[in-house]
T-cell receptor, first 111, second 113 residues
C-alpha cells in the first residue's frame, strides 16, 4: 500500500547550522502535508504545513519544500538551536480525512 | 491548561486486564482520534470519530474499542490487554477543516506485563 517514509532516521548537526529533514511519499493523490515536532515526553506539535498546489512555504526559521515530481518533502530549519532537538514527523492527507504519518527522524543538535 | 488532556499519563497493567484510557478536549473540535506510537513505527491510527454519533476504525483497531461520550470526551479501551499493546498512546483533535491539522495530547504510556 501507499506509505510515507523518511530517508534518515537520525540527523546530527552543530548549533547554528541549517538542518534539512527529508520525507518521501508514495501516494500521488496526497494533497496536503504537515510537519510535526515531538519533544521527549510530549505529544507531536504542529510546525508547518503545505498544500499540493504550492512548492514552498516559509515559517519562522522553518521552510517546507514540496517536489511533486519526485514525491519528496523536506523541512529546512535555519540556524538550528539545541531546543530544536526532537523527533520530526511528516504526515500526508490523501483525501480520506485522516493523516498518515512517516516513521520519524531524530534531530540532535550539539552546542 | 492543556487543550487536549489524557489520563492517566502512565499505566502498568497485566495481561488479560481491561484498561480504559481517557481523553478530553477544550478546543471545541468535533473530530477526535486515537493513535498508537511504537519505536521506529511512527504513529498509527486506531480509531477516529467525526462527531458523537460517528465512530470509525483506523489502521490497527483489532483489540481496541472506543466510546465518544460527548463532543469533548473520547475514551479508548483495551478489553483484554496483551503485551504487544505496550506502547505510547496519543489522543488528537481537529476542527474538521480540509487540511485535518491535528492537535495532540501529551500521551499515555501503557505497559502490559
Amino acid at each position: 500500500g501507499e506509505s510515507v517514509g523518511l530517508h534518515l532516521p537520525t540527523l546530527s548537526v552543530q548549533e547554528g547550522d541549517n538542518s534539512i529533514i527529508n520525507c518521501a511519499y508514495s501516494n500521488s493523490a496526497s494533497d496536503y502535508f504537515i510537519w510535526y515536532k515531538q519533544e521527549s515526553g510530549k505529544g507531536p506539535q504542529f510546525i508547518i504545513d503545505i498544500r499540493s498546489n504550492m512548492d514552498k512555504r516559509q515559517g519562522q526559521r522553518v521552510t517546507v519544500l514540496l517536489n511533486k515530481t519526485v514525491k519528496h518533502l523536506s523541512l529546512q530549519i535555519a540556524a538550528t538551536q539545541p531546543g530544536d532537538s526532537a523527533v520530526y514527523f511528516c504526515a500526508e492527507n490523501s483525501g480520506y480525512s485522516t493523516l498518515t504519518f512517516g516513521k520519524g527522524t531524530m534531530l540532535l543538535v550539539s552546542p | 491548561d492543556a487543550d487536549v488532556t489524557q489520563t492517566p499519563r502512565n499505566r502498568i497493567t497485566k495481561t488479560g486486564k481491561r484498561i480504559m484510557l481517557e481523553c478530553s478536549q477544550t478546543k471545541g473540535h468535533d473530530r477526535m482520534y486515537w493513535y498508537r506510537q511504537d519505536p521506529g513505527l511512527g504513529l498509527r491510527l486506531i480509531y477516529y470519530s467525526f462527531d458523537v454519533k460517528d465512530i470509525n476504525k483506523g489502521e490497527i483497531s483489532d483489540g481496541y474499542s472506543v466510546s465518544r461520550q460527548a463532543q469533548a470526551k473520547f475514551s479508548l479501551s483495551l478489553e483484554s490487554a496483551i503485551p504487544n499493546q505496550t506502547a505510547l498512546y496519543f489522543c488528537a483533535t481537529s476542527d474538521g477543516g480540509w487540511e485535518e491539522k491535528l492537535f495532540f495530547g501529551s500521551g499515555t504510556q501503557l505497559s502490559v506485563l
